[in-house]
T-cell receptor, first 114, second 113 residues
């Protein structure tokens, strides 16, 4: 059974702080993704990675960066948190050759920036 | 520019009846479509998918229909059960778009006893 874990379920940070969100998957998946979920906007892709040390921008990368030093771990970094980054953050992983293109999601981190 | 749209934010259906969730897309390069289900405080889980070369895929109580000419897909749940109450997301993959998915806004389905 695929398991995707995220370091925190809830996080409260102040404006300007540097924030790290960690994601770990245990199924040797090549692909990893970071999304944010906001009411009325659905899931929007922030960044994704196909391999270690590889990253590509998604649809809304501004204000974020990522790091993938090991295959199982994908980190999302908010360099200087702002209130408009208050959101639910979801990490996902998938096999590179999954014929269903299915992504497996973690439980999410609800981040509040005050 | 929302390439995948779910125009109904919410839907309420009586237990035992059919639930129909709709999704429209604008990008003709999409070649694979998925539906995900999300409970509160959990991540989305995969429900059912369909390739653009098909017009129907069925899995138990869940059936997805694809109308390519209308760029429309729908998810049918029959009969609806209380455990089906969740937010449903439609997602699409773009041909040559590697493994990325584009998600819709979601529809909150409530099944009433």
């Amino acid at each position: 059974d695929v398991k995707v874990t995220q370091s925190s379920r809830y996080l409260v940070k102040r404006t300007g702080e540097k924030v790290f969100l960690e994601c770990v998957q245990d199924m040797d998946h090549e692909n990893m993704f970071w999304y944010r979920q906001d009411p009325g906007l659905g899931l929007r892709l922030i960044y994704f990675s196909y391999d270690v040390k590889m990253k590509e921008k998604g649809d809304i990368p501004e204000g974020y960066s990522v790091s993938r030093e090991k295959k199982e771990r994908f980190s999302l970094i908010l360099e200087s948190a702002s209130t408009n980054q208050t959101s639910m953050y979801l990490c996902a992983s998938s096999l590179f050759r999954d014929r269903n293109y299915e992504q497996y999601f973690g439980p999410g981190t609800r981040l509040t920036v005050t | 520019d929302q390439q995948v749209k779910q125009n109904s934010p919410s839907l309420s259906v009586q237990e035992g009846r059919i639930s129909i969730l709709n999704c429209d897309y604008t990008n003709s390069m999409f070649d694979y479509f998925l539906w995900y289900k999300k409970y509160p405080a959990e991540g989305p889980t995969f429900l059912i998918s369909i390739s653009s070369i098909k017009d129907k895929n069925e899995d138990g109580r869940f059936t997805v229909f694809l109308n390519k000419s209308a760029k429309h897909l729908s998810l049918h749940i029959v009969p609806s059960q209380p455990g089906d109450s969740a937010v449903y997301f439609c997602a699409a993959r773009q041909r040559q778009g590697a493994q990325k998915l584009v998600f819709g806004q979601g529809t909150r389905l409530t099944i009433n006893p």
